[in-house]
């Protein structure tokens, strides 16, 4: 009875993929056009519907697969990709004993390939534990997805000879940064203020410590318990009448809207923004990052400011400025996926002159700190951390952080530690079922450095980027058409560094191993679809009937147009 089970929980969640060639030649059509109806009926293997297979945390056994493949055979099926993932908090994906990576699970899944090839059903591999996208425990903070992070203070020197000065410690993830550089701006009327640095922070519930939200750890976090009154805020005191133009507020939460009160006196709060725009960065965090300057408005002014929450939330990073921001500056930054401008505009007061922009450090913060000369300045300590991002819905043992998609030789690594390892043992057994591995739909958000892009992007743009680092950050430089400009340039580059280094290694290292990739050219990412897609030996969409996400007046959901239009632009499969 025991192995009854696991052989129906192995393909507890079967889905059907519909995989098609898409640049099938005339000669292929006029052979499709004189098909006998024998050959209909019984197709070549390589004709055959292919079918994905979810085995769910740990529940999988030998002769579940054994059961399984004969099941597949009978049905016609001709391919199966396997996938082990694990929904937490789910019922029906129970611990099973077969753990991810272990021995046991490797000597299962060459079993597994061994019953595919006596089956005659071509069998691939997702390429981690989870459905999205590559990461594993392996995977160390240095290798992992990284993100620009930076902290801003007013400073003024008085002397003649200049100052010593060293800027604040800059926000991070994973216990993990390095310096970039240090850059000067100088003063204008919106970035003299280190009122906001410096304000009084304190929330609804007396007894979470809110100096969470002051340090610079991002996995700090500040949880809010439910209450009977649904009361969840926290309230940012400044010792005098300020001006609030941008905020960015991080969460590992997904549902929750936010409002902005404001109060001069601490007693009587007026709501502002009713509902915080909630842009979504990373694959298990989201963020509040409204625009709050425009044309009419040049933020809001006031002592108290309320970010007053719908719901129970945790909190993660939490800062205020009185800097105004170009209009969806984390999409310009390739943070998010949305709205971006060629000449991204802002009050021309906020604009430095490129000429003014002082580059006082380069790479790693000397112990004394960085020489500024006389003056008023707003001084920019950049860096680079992790993203946090893990691969999803994994098991314990199968989760870790995502590898840094622009560094080719960390995804090698990664390959090796689980599909290479499997491979392995597969050759040894002259086993020939184990054809494919798959990265799936991209589903882990925004990378926006890595160690060297300063270096490749001078290679490939003949100029220097540490100067413009301050675009990163959602100011403008220089002019909104120059500004423009060079954010396009960074997202290229990025972009290119992606479609190469992962989507591009990704399948130089499945055929090295003898093997084929498939990839979904999709998601909400920083690189071109259609490239990415370009990289591919097997390209593949999704769509989902009568989906519960979807509009209920459409029947179906889907990505395919990248994977299609992929396929008949670069001739893929």
């Excluded at 494919?436 to 060297?452: A, C, F, R």
Aim: glycine share 8%; with cysteine; proline share 5%.
């Amino acid at each position: 009875m025991e192995t009854k089970i696991q052989a129906v929980s192995t393909t507890a969640a079967l889905l059907m993929a519909c995989l098609a060639s898409a640049n099938a030649s005339a000669n292929e059509s006029t052979e499709l056009d004189s098909i006998s109806p024998q050959r209909f009926t019984s197709p070549e293997s390589e004709y055959l519907p292919k079918t994905w297979m979810h085995a769910m945390n740990g529940n999988l056994s030998k002769p579940g697969f054994t059961e399984d493949f004969k099941a597949m055979a009978d049905a016609g099926i001709g391919g199966a990709i396997f996938f082990h993932v694990h929904r937490r908090n789910m019922p029906y994906s129970s611990r099973g004993p077969v753990r991810f990576n272990t021995e046991e699970f490797i000597d299962t899944l060459v079993h597994a390939a061994a019953e595919a090839d006596k089956n005659n059903i071509e069998f691939g591999v997702h390429n981690s534990d989870g459905w999205t996208s590559s990461g594993g425990p392996w995977v160390t903070p240095e290798m992992s997805m990284k993100r620009i992070t930076w902290s801003e203070q007013a400073v003024q020197v008085n002397q003649d000879s200049g100052q010593n000065v060293i800027p604040p410690q800059l926000g991070y993830y994973e216990q993990y940064y390095r310096d970039v550089a240090v850059i000067a701006l100088p003063a204008n009327k919106y970035n003299r203020s280190n009122a906001f640095a410096n304000a009084k922070v304190t929330v609804s519930d007396p007894s979470l410590n809110a100096e969470i939200l002051t340090d610079n750890d991002w996995d700090s976090v500040l949880t809010f318990k439910q209450n009977k009154d649904n009361n969840y805020w926290v309230q940012v005191e400044v010792e005098q009448a300020t001006s609030l133009r941008s905020l960015q507020i991080e969460t590992p939460d997904r549902h929750g809207d936010a409002a902005l009160q404001v109060s001069d006196d601490g007693i009587n709060f007026t709501t502002v923004v009713e509902k915080l725009r909630r842009p979504r960065p990373g694959a298990r965090l989201w963020a509040f990052s409204p625009q709050l300057v425009n044309d009419k408005n040049d933020g809001f002014k006031a002592r108290y400011f309320r970010l007053v929450f719908d719901k129970p939330i945790t909190l993660k990073r939490f800062e205020l400025w009185s800097v105004p921001r170009i209009d969806h500056w984390f999409s310009m930054n390739s943070m998010e996926r949305g709205r971006l401008s060629l000449a991204p505009s802002i009050n021309t007061e906020a604009i430095t002159q490129a000429k003014d922009v002082l580059v006082l450090n380069r790479g790693e913060l000397p112990d004394e700190g960085v020489k500024l000369p006389k003056g008023d300045w707003r001084v920019l300590r950049f860096g680079y951390t992790s993203t946090g991002a893990y691969n999803v819905p994994a098991t314990v043992e199968g989760e870790g952080l995502e590898v840094d998609k622009f560094d080719a030789k960390v995804l090698q690594f990664h390959f090796d530690a689980f599909v290479g390892k499997l491979l392995k043992k597969v050759k040894a057994k002259g086993i020939e079922s184990l054809k494919t591995s798959e990265i799936d739909s991209y589903e882990v958000g925004g990378q926006n450095w890595s160690q060297g892009v300063e270096h490749s992007f001078r290679e490939k743009f003949n100029y220097d980027l540490i100067p413009w680092l301050p675009l990163l950050t959602g100011r403008v430089i220089e002019s909104s058409e120059h500004t423009g400009a060079v954010l396009q340039e960074f997202r290229q580059h990025l972009s290119d560094l992606m479609v190469e280094n992962y989507f591009g290694e990704f399948t130089r290292l499945t055929n090295q191993y003898g093997l084929e990739s498939y990839i979904e050219p999709y998601g909400w990412g920083p690189f071109d679809e259609l490239a990415s897609g370009g990289k591919a030996d097997r390209l593949m969409g999704e769509f989902w009937v009568k989906s519960p996400f979807a509009d209920k007046r459409k029947i179906y959901h889907g990505r395919t147009s990248a994977a299609i239009s992929a396929g008949h632009v670069y001739g893929k499969k």
